[in-house]
């Protein structure tokens, strides 16, 4: 079992740059996220999904863009990558979010724009 | 708006000394209270987590105390070690994590 693995480890971006980070998870988990760490905010979440072929928008989705075409896969897009995007980023998964239940998280995603 | 307050941002405490990291929230609809540990260069993983319909949690070396009136929660880390060296965040759960700010902890040999 890999768990949550996310791809690439470390990015560097120039302004307005696109790209793609991708997510996978092998524990046929229904519940996907994606969420953006930044010194001193903890963590906040940016887009979440509920299932295959589902998305919505989280705390601060503005800039991103997700799709869910396989439930074993989330991918996080920007489109034109500004300055205020530079941060680590996370994709975690989930079985449930009733009761006691637990996120599992990848490694991250250090991406610079500059 | 920040749903979940957390203190303090670093605390440095001596090996076999207890760790506090004290958390408030806003939103009533919480019903979970998962604690999350960080180390450097790793995601996030779940530590312990407690309920609103009790006041204590052990785990270990780990408590939780929560008081549900004042809308304070806290975890205590007895006989801190300095493998317990990382990153702790609060979260508060209505169907989606909601963080605190998170607090760096340092445990000195």
């Known amino acids: 079992n890999a768990g949550v693995t996310q791809t690439p480890k470390f990015r560097v971006l120039k302004t307005g740059q696109s790209m793609t980070l991708l997510c996978a998870q092998d524990m046929n988990h229904e519940y996907m996220y994606w969420y953006r760490q930044d010194p001193g905010m903890g963590l906040r979440l940016i887009h979440y999904?509920?299932?295959?072929?589902?998305?919505a928008k989280g705390e601060v989705p503005d800039g991103y863009n997700v799709s869910r075409l396989k439930k074993q896969n989330f991918l996080l897009g920007l489109e034109s990558a500004a300055p205020s995007q530079t941060s680590v980023y996370f994709c975690?998964?989930?079985?449930?979010?009733?009761?006691?239940?637990?996120?599992?998280f990848g490694p991250g995603t250090r991406l610079t724009v500059t | 708006q920040q749903q979940v307050k957390q203190s303090p941002q670093s605390l440095i405490v001596q090996k076999g000394g207890i760790s506090i990291i004290n958390c408030a929230y806003e939103?009533?609809?919480?019903?979970?209270f998962p604690w999350y540990q960080q180390f450097p260069g790793k995601g996030p993983a779940l530590l312990i987590a407690?309920?609103?319909?009790?006041s204590e949690k052990k785990e270990g070396r780990f408590t939780i105390s929560f008081n549900k009136s004042a809308k304070q929660f806290s975890l205590h880390i007895m006989d801190s070690q300095p493998g317990d060296s990382a990153t702790y965040f609060c979260t508060g759960s209505a169907r989606q994590l909601t963080f605190g700010s998170g607090t760096q902890l340092t445990v000195l040999p």
């Open positions: 407690i309920r609103p319909d009790v």
């Open positions: 939103n009533t609809a919480f019903d979970y």
């Open positions: 975690a998964s989930s079985h449930t979010v009733e009761g006691s239940y637990e996120q599992y």
């Open positions: 999904s509920v299932g295959e072929g589902t998305t």
